[in-house]
Structures are given as C-alpha cells and as structure tokens.
C-alpha cells in the first residue's frame, strides 16, 4: 500500500485559488488511480475529481467542473488539485485517496473503490 500525505488548504477569500498536493510513498504510485474528495461541516465525504494513473483520463464532479483541475506527476509521485475561483461553498477538508488498479485508463468515483486514504488538508473560503 501506499501512504497519502495532502497539504496545500488554507484560508483564501472568495474568487481566490488554490492548489492542494498528495504525495504518495511505498508502493509504486503508477498502479494506482488517484481520486480527491471533500468533506464539509456537518455533511457526506463526497467526489471531487478522479484521475487514471496513466493521467490520461479524469473526471470531475459537476460542482468543480471548470473551476477545479486534477493532474499528476509519477514522477514525483503526487497527485494535484488546482482549484480557481473558489467559493465559500468549497469549504470543506480535502482528501485525496488511492485505488490500485491495472487498468491504465481507468479512474474510480466510489469512495468504496479507493483503498488508502489521507488524513486531509482545510480548505476555508471566506466570503
């Protein structure tokens, strides 16, 4: 299994960017696609964006589409989530998440489908 640290949240003002890093250790982070996910006060954990480990393949929940870009270096071993225009309603602990897989192109949107997990990073947006 790998090991997922986040960093990067913050306190920002509306109309404010920013961009959360997961950099993975252990096991080769190639075999595994890489999902964010969010988690406001008092609600669900809920999808963000996924990525294949290829790269080559995302997706994104409706709510952050055009606003929020997920990409990643295997090199590095990280996996981003730019995040523009940010609003009040994007507070919330972000998580990112690992899912092995063989499939290169493939990304996964079910939390159940991830097998490791972060232990999250604030993102607070101020109005």
């Known amino acids: 299994q790998v090991q997922l640290v986040e960093s990067g949240g913050g306190l920002v003002q509306a109309g404010d960017s920013l961009r959360l890093s997961c950099v993975a250790s252990?096991?080769?982070?190639?075999?595994?696609?890489m999902g964010w996910f969010r988690q406001a006060p008092g609600k669900e954990r809920t999808f963000v964006a996924a990525?294949?480990?290829?790269?080559?393949?995302?997706y994104y929940a409706d709510f952050v589409k055009g606003r929020f870009t997920i990409s990643r270096d295997n090199a590095e071993n990280t996996v981003y989530l730019r995040m523009n225009s940010l609003k009040p309603e994007d507070t919330a602990v972000y998580y990112c998440?690992?899912?092995?897989?063989?499939?290169?192109?493939?990304?996964?949107?079910?939390?159940?489908?991830?097998?490791?997990w972060g232990q999250g990073t604030q993102v607070t947006v101020s109005s």
């Open positions: 998440a690992a899912a092995e897989t063989t499939y290169s192109g493939r990304y996964y949107v079910d939390q159940e489908e991830y097998d490791t």
């Open positions: 990525i294949s480990w290829s790269g080559g393949s995302t």
């Open positions: 252990g096991r080769s982070f190639s075999s595994y696609a």
